[in-house]
Nanobody
Framework: QLQLVQSGGGLVQPGGSLRLSCAAS????????IGWFRQAPGKEREGVSS????????VYDHSVQGRFAISRDDAKNTVYLQMNNLKPEDTGLYYC?????????????????WGQGTQVTVSS
């Protein structure tokens, strides 16, 4: 069974940092593009960041540009989202997703395999 297992997240004060991890189970991430998405209560899911299968292509939503960093370690079969200078508006349920056909990008329909989601809450 192909699964993405997420870890990290939690409660952090504004200005703080968190790192989310997304590990593949049952398959290797080599050859897959990865995306990170989030959904706040009462809002639609939105794309946060994405990285191509080679790592050469990276994209960020303008709202996180300069604060978040996506990376992948194929040797560990894991992708990371480092989130710095967090703001209350970053609060939401964060998901990672993977797809072998989609080059990379922030369109959720491009991804076939999804993680279980992890909560990020930014509050003082």
């Amino acid at each position: 069974q192909l699964q993405l297992v997420q870890s990290g997240g939690g409660l952090v004060q504004p200005g703080g940092s968190l790192r989310l991890s997304c590990a593949a189970s049952g398959f290797t991430l080599n050859g897959y593009a990865i995306g990170w998405f989030r959904q706040a209560p009462g809002k639609e899911r939105e794309g946060v960041s994405s990285i191509s299968s080679t790592g050469a292509g990276v994209v960020y939503d303008h709202s996180v540009q300069g604060r978040f960093a996506i990376s992948r370690d194929d040797a560990k079969n894991t992708v990371y989202l480092q989130m710095n200078n967090l703001k209350p508006e970053d609060t939401g349920l964060y998901y990672c997703a993977a797809d072998r056909q989609y080059p990379y990008g922030l369109v959720s329909e491009g991804y076939d395999i999804w993680g279980q989601g992890t909560q990020v809450t930014v509050s003082s």
